[in-house]
Structure formats: structure tokens, C-alpha cells
């Protein structure tokens, strides 16, 4: 992963109290981490850091839209995405980020890199299974569904024969389960 400045948020300038940062997340954004997933991404990340005098609290919201292709269809759309990430950073001797809401900063460092975080949160988010909007109502047409539904027809209609061509002595031996 490359360092990115504009990521990074030097603390030790900063008043006590609550400061805002605003990020706008596009596809290059994940070009840093090799993360191509998307056809396109359109993000907006609201990042609001809260200084005390013995720690800093970040809080992550973001919302936005990714064009991803449909699961069942291979059709691209425009997947609409949320989600919030609250981070504690504390101050101690050695660095340690292994607890995912807790991260402890050596006493000396001055800055801290949200990228990763932001990545994390955008990338969690997002659903396994990406179903097209159109399939859910049914207004999307293509191949791929008609094909879809062919096969589960055709399917339904080879069960009801099979219960037709059933052998007449199995029906006494289910009778008996049933007269109980």
C-alpha cells in the first residue's frame, strides 16, 4: 500500500474538541490498495475527530453508490452503499492496531493514516450478493433471466411426473404411516 497525504490527519496541531473531514472516494482510491472490484464508485466519507487531552475518537460514516455487475444476471449497476466505523486511538509505548475499534499510537507521532480504515469500512459494507434492482421487481429483462426461468419451469415439471409415476405399492406403505 502507498502512503497517501491526503488521508493523513496531523493531530498535534489540532484544539481539543470535535474537527470535520470530508472525503470524496472515487476508483483510484482503491487502485492504492489493488482493490478493483468496481466498475465505478461515487462515495462521500464524513469523518469527524474527536481530540481529548489523552486520546483521539474517530468517528467514519460514509454513503454512496459503486457500479458493480449483478450476481445472477452479469448486469451493471449502480449498488447503493452505507456504513459507519467508530475507532479509539490511544497513546502508548508500542504501535498496535490489533484490535479493529483500538489503535495505540506510539507517544511521538503527530499524524495518523485514516486510509486504511476508510477502505475497511467502504469494503465491508458492501453485500455479498449483489442482486440488481430490476430482478427484485421484475421490470429487468435480459437473457440471462429468461434463460433462468426457463430452466425453473421445466424443472417443476419433471417433479410432477415423477409423483405421477409413483409405484401403487408405495401408497399402502405410506397409508400405514399415516394410520398411526
Not at 100 to 122: H, K, T, V
Not at 132 to 153: C, M, Q, R, Y
Amino acid at each position: 500500500m502507498k502512503q497517501t497525504k491526503e488521508y493523513t490527519i496531523p493531530f498535534v496541531g489540532l484544539k481539543l474538541g470535535k474537527h470535520k473531514f470530508e472525503y470524496q472516494i472515487s476508483n483510484a482510491f482503491f487502485e492504492i490498495f489493488d482493490y478493483n472490484e468496481f466498475q465505478n464508485s461515487d462515495i462521500k466519507v464524513n469523518v469527524v475527530l474527536d481530540k481529548q487531552s489523552n486520546l483521539l475518537e474517530i468517528n467514519f460514516k460514509h454513503q454512496g453508490t459503486i457500479n458493480v455487475p449483478c450476481d445472477m444476471t452479469g448486469e451493471d449497476f449502480d449498488l447503493p452503499i452505507k456504513g459507519k466505523l467508530k475507532l479509539i486511538v490511544r497513546f502508548g509505548e508500542t504501535f498496535n492496531n490489533d484490535n479493529e475499534e483500538l489503535l495505540i499510537l506510539p507517544f511521538g507521532e503527530f499524524e495518523i493514516d485514516i486510509a486504511q480504515y476508510i477502505y475497511e469500512m467502504i469494503v465491508l459494507s458492501i453485500p455479498q450478493r449483489r442482486v440488481h434492482p430490476g430482478v427484485k421487481d421484475g421490470s429487468l429483462n435480459t437473457e440471462a433471466l429468461t434463460k433462468l426461468k426457463e430452466l425453473t419451469i421445466k424443472e417443476q415439471k419433471k417433479e410432477k411426473k415423477e409423483e405421477e409415476n409413483i409405484d401403487p405399492r408405495w401408497d399402502k406403505l405410506k397409508q400405514l404411516l399415516t394410520d398411526k
